[in-house]
C-alpha cells in the first residue's frame, strides 16, 4: 500500500485560506468514509484535525474543513493564524490498515 | 479522559533488542486499538500496525510485517513495539496512537519515543 500523494508545501499570509490536496486512489480515499487529517508539529504528539472525511472534533476551530471528490480529499484552513504553521498528513483506512500521505509543510508568512 | 504514555528515550547499537511501551489510561473498556508510527528523521508519518486490547488482533503494514512485532499486556493495559535485531535505520520518533473500535481516526497520541541505534 502506497503513501496517499500530498503537495510537499502550502503557505499563505495570516487571514487568507489555503487548500491541501491528498490524492489516492478508488482503493483507498475513493472507497472510504474514514479519511482524517493530523496536524503535527515536529517533536510533538500529531493531533486530530479533522476525521470521516469532514467532521471536526470537539476543540478544532471551524477554520479547519474536510472534503473529498473523488480519490482526492482535500483540507482547508480558513483565516491562517501564525499557530497553523505546521505540517499535514491525511490518512485513510484500507482494507484493515491505515495509510498516511506523504506530508504537507504549511508556511504562514 | 483518555491518556497515553509512552516509555523513554533509546540508545542502542546494531544487533540488539528491543521493545518500547505505551501505557493507555482513561478507558472503562477494552474494546480499543493501539497502532504504531514512525517517523524517521526528516520525513513523513508512517503507519507501521495495529493492535486490539480486548482479543490482541494484530494488524501489521506490509512494511513493517516480519520486521516488528507488536504486543499488548491487558494486565496491565499496555501495548510494546518490539525489535529482535536492530538496524541503524531503525533510528526513528515511535509514537503510539489509540482509538475506539468502530472508530477510524486516532484522536489521543503519546508523547512519542525517540529510538536512536548507533555504533
Known amino acids: 500500500q502506497s503513501a496517499l500523494t500530498q503537495p510537499p508545501s502550502a503557505s499563505g499570509s495570516p487571514g487568507q485560506s489555503v487548500t491541501i490536496s491528498c490524492t489516492g486512489t478508488?482503493?483507498?480515499?475513493?472507497?472510504?468514509?474514514?479519511v482524517s487529517w493530523y496536524q503535527h508539529h515536529p517533536g510533538k504528539a500529531p493531533k486530530l484535525m479533522i476525521f470521516d472525511v469532514s467532521k471536526r472534533p470537539s476543540g478544532v476551530p471551524d477554520r479547519f474543513s474536510g472534503s473529498k471528490s473523488g480519490n482526492t480529499a482535500s483540507l482547508t484552513v480558513s483565516g491562517l493564524q501564525a499557530e497553523d504553521e505546521a505540517d499535514y498528513y491525511c490518512?485513510?483506512?484500507?482494507?484493515?490498515?491505515?495509510?498516511f500521505g506523504t506530508g504537507t509543510k504549511v508556511t504562514v508568512l | 479522559e483518555v491518556h497515553l504514555v509512552q516509555s523513554g528515550a533509546e540508545v542502542k547499537k546494531p544487533g540488539e533488542s528491543l521493545k518500547i511501551s505505551c501505557k493507555a489510561s482513561g478507558y472503562s473498556f477494552t474494546n480499543y486499538w493501539i497502532g504504531w508510527v514512525r517517523q524517521m528523521p526528516g520525513k513523513g508519518l508512517e503507519w507501521m500496525g495495529i493492535i486490539y486490547h480486548h482479543d490482541s488482533d494484530t494488524k501489521y503494514n506490509p512494511s513493517f510485517q516480519g520486521l516488528v512485532t507488536i504486543s499488548v499486556d491487558k494486565s496491565i493495559n499496555t501495548a510494546y513495539l518490539q525489535w529482535i535485531t536492530l538496524k541503524a535505520s531503525d533510528t526513528a520518533m515511535y509514537y503510539c496512537?489509540?482509538?475506539?473500535?468502530?472508530?477510524?481516526?486516532?484522536?489521543?497520541w503519546g508523547q512519542g519515543t525517540l529510538v536512536t541505534v548507533s555504533s
Open positions: 496512537a489509540t482509538t475506539q473500535d468502530g472508530s477510524y481516526s486516532w484522536p489521543e
Open positions: 490518512s485513510s483506512y484500507v482494507g484493515r490498515i491505515y495509510v
Open positions: 478508488s482503493s483507498d480515499v475513493g472507497g472510504s468514509n474514514y
